[in-house]
């Protein structure tokens, strides 16, 4: 148990350590898109029937929440098997279960760090409803712990820095960025709201979003089961990729 | 005495390439053992199999009798490894490191041992600095320190001295005799065979992924006992085969390997008749060094046979 926990002290303290760029740049990124997007459609649109300024707010908190989980892990992969100290956990009796859970934890605390960031700087534009926060912590989590893990399969695999770019790039950009951050789907045309359905970030945004109005695109309870599968089938290939010892231990 | 290192027919292979082909070696609880060989040998590589970095293709390593695979946590426990690769952490300072590492370990409130082994690598001072700001010698103690956090029967140094200079060098040296007076069991790779010839009781020779000698530091010395002649020749070229064949060319001089003083008159005497003119001669006693490169020439040799 103390190796896992000092592996999660650790993973910790190494975002906390340069938290200006790993939680303050996200909230400041967060709120540049709020008073843009908000500034020029807030007094045209609903969305659901709430402003559009309070429709972003939570897609945001998301956002930030997804994309910095991922970056957690995947970073600090690449930056320890780049300089060799990935030596320093894998000579340690720690098991790959261990390993995974460590840094998948803390992948999803930076995420609920820079999530509440978001929303505290950004709740300010907006009047927010809590509807249902159970639905907003469970949606928070599992998102964390899908994009976490997902990060540690961009880590793993890839050599150099420029590869993970390219894996942030041009998979979780656009999954992140075609999810229903910024717009409902419904406004989408009819083509578009079918493919939206195969992007499994689209029902953690509507399940997480579900939480704060206590309306969606879709029913949360479905969204949950869809979240919850991902992150099951995530989990394992990391765990597997861990196992065989693909790249760490070759 | 027990066995602290037990490995058995290990291959690993990288590719088309058999970085490590059968080994088997054994290594008894309280040596200082070393593992000697040319870069690309296979040293890395042996210690990386031993140390659960890297998976074997065949054959079975046990630590302490605990087999690397089926039972790691014990295995590594039973394992301290300095690595090759100058590699650190950079955003922790010299204490948080080793308390880290102590914490990967299972070890908590370890200050004590770790006050203790940072003094005796005369770290002290440093111990609140940022290891990105320390030096290339004092980032290889941070390493030995890190791989000594949770007192490990057997310790693995691969090529620790290489970037530290000569005095602390020393302290090191003094440090790890120590440990293994106390019972440590100590495994080595240097480049500085002087210092294999010095502190190693029992040494294996790698070559390309195969143990080509393997014996107690003075058994090996033995072996090649005796004296060589080293000439330095305006001529070279205008020596007969039979003298080209008998001696080895190191740094511009010619060795002949002696087994008897009476043998230099007959050979300086052939020589001269061949028009041999000699600039230097020195007379000297087989080191480490000169068994090394008896040993992989013999190798070379041995291949070439098989070859055919
Ligand atoms: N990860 C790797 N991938 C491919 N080849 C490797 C790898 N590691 C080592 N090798 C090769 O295996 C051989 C043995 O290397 P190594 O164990 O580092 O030698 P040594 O430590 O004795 O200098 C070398 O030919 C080296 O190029
Ligand atoms: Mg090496």
Redo the contacts between chains.
């Keep these: 148990?103390?190796?896992f926990?000092?592996?999660l002290?650790?993973e910790v303290?190494?975002f906390w350590?340069?938290s200006f760029q790993t939680v303050a740049a996200p909230v400041l990124t967060a709120l540049l898109y709020l008073l843009i997007f908000s500034h020029v459609l807030d007094s045209h649109l609903q969305v659901n029937g709430v402003r559009y300024a309070a429709f972003l707010i939570p897609g945001l908190v998301m956002m930030s929440i997804l994309q910095n989980a991922f970056a957690n892990t995947s970073s600090s992969l690449i930056q320890?098997k780049v300089?060799?100290?990935i030596?320093?956990?894998?000579?340690?009796?720690?098991?790959y279960v261990e390993f995974f859970l460590a840094y998948v934890v803390a992948a999803m605390l930076r995420g609920l760090m820079v999530g509440l960031g978001v929303l505290l700087v950004t709740g300010w534009f907006a009047s927010l409803s809590f509807v249902a926060p159970v639905w907003i912590l469970l949606f928070a989590l599992i998102g964390g712990g899908v994009m976490g893990s997902l990060g540690m399969i961009a880590g793993i695999w890839a050599d150099k820095f420029d590869q993970l770019a390219g894996f942030q790039n041009f998979l979780i950009l656009p999954l992140t960025m075609l999810s229903g951050v910024f717009y409902s789907i419904h406004s989408l045309p009819l083509f578009w709201q079918q493919v939206s359905h195969f992007n499994p970030v689209f029902y953690m945004i509507d399940g997480f979003r579900y939480g704060f109005f206590g309306v969606s695109d879709v029913a949360p309870i479905m969204s949950l089961v869809v979240v919850a599968v991902s992150f099951i089938v995530v989990a394992l290939i990391t765990l597997a990729l861990m196992r065989s010892?693909y790249k760490l231990?070759? | 005495m027990g066995v602290a290192v037990a490995i058995q027919q290990l291959v690993k292979c990288f590719g088309q390439l058999r970085a490590l082909d059968g080994v088997s070696l054994e290594i008894a609880e309280g040596e200082f053992f070393g593992l000697l060989g040319p870069n690309g040998a296979g040293k890395t590589t042996l210690i990386s199999c031993l140390?659960?970095?890297?998976?074997p293709d065949a054959g079975m390593l046990k630590v302490m009798g605990y087999d690397v695979l089926a039972d790691?946590?014990?295995a590594?426990?039973c394992?301290g490894?300095v690595?090759q690769?100058l590699?650190?952490?950079?955003?922790?300072s010299v204490r948080?490191t080793l308390r880290?590492?102590?914490?990967?370990?299972?070890?908590?409130n370890n200050d004590d041992w770790i006050d203790e082994i940072l003094a005796n690598l005369d770290l002290t001072s440093k111990a609140h600095i940022n290891m990105r700001r320390l030096s290339g010698g004092m980032k290889r103690r941070v390493l030995v320190a890190?791989a000594l956090v949770h007192k490990p029967p057997v310790i693995v140094l691969d090529e620790p001295t290489a970037g530290v200079d000569v005095e602390l060098r020393q302290g090191l040296w003094q440090f790890v005799q120590r440990l293994n007076g106390e019972g440590h069991t100590v495994i080595l790779t240097t480049h500085y065979l002087e210092e294999a010839e010095a502190l190693c009781g029992r040494i294996a020779m790698l070559k390309q992924g195969r143990i080509v000698a393997l014996d107690s530091t003075s058994n090996l010395l033995a072996r090649y006992s005796g004296h060589t002649l080293n000439l330095r020749l305006a001529n070279d070229r205008c020596l007969p085969d039979d003298l080209l064949a008998r001696s080895s060319n190191t740094q511009g001089y010619r060795v002949f390997r002696l087994t008897g003083f009476d043998e230099i008159e007959p050979l300086l005497a052939e020589i001269r008749q061949a028009g041999g003119i000699i600039e230097d001669l020195r007379l000297t006693q087989t080191d480490l060094e000169d068994v090394f490169v008896s040993v992989m020439q013999e190798a070379d040799g041995r291949e070439g046979v098989a070859a055919r």
């Excluded at chain 1, 030596?87 to 098991?95: E, G, K, Q, Y």
Aim: aromatic residues 14%; without cysteine.
């Design positions: 148990m103390t190796g926990l000092t592996l002290y650790k303290l190494r350590k340069v320890s300089t060799g100290s030596v320093f956990v894998l000579l340690p009796p720690i098991s010892g231990r070759n | 140390a659960g970095l890297a998976r790691y946590r014990e590594r426990r394992l490894v690595p690769e590699v650190f952490d950079p955003f922790f948080e880290i590492q102590s914490g990967y370990f299972g070890i908590r890190q």
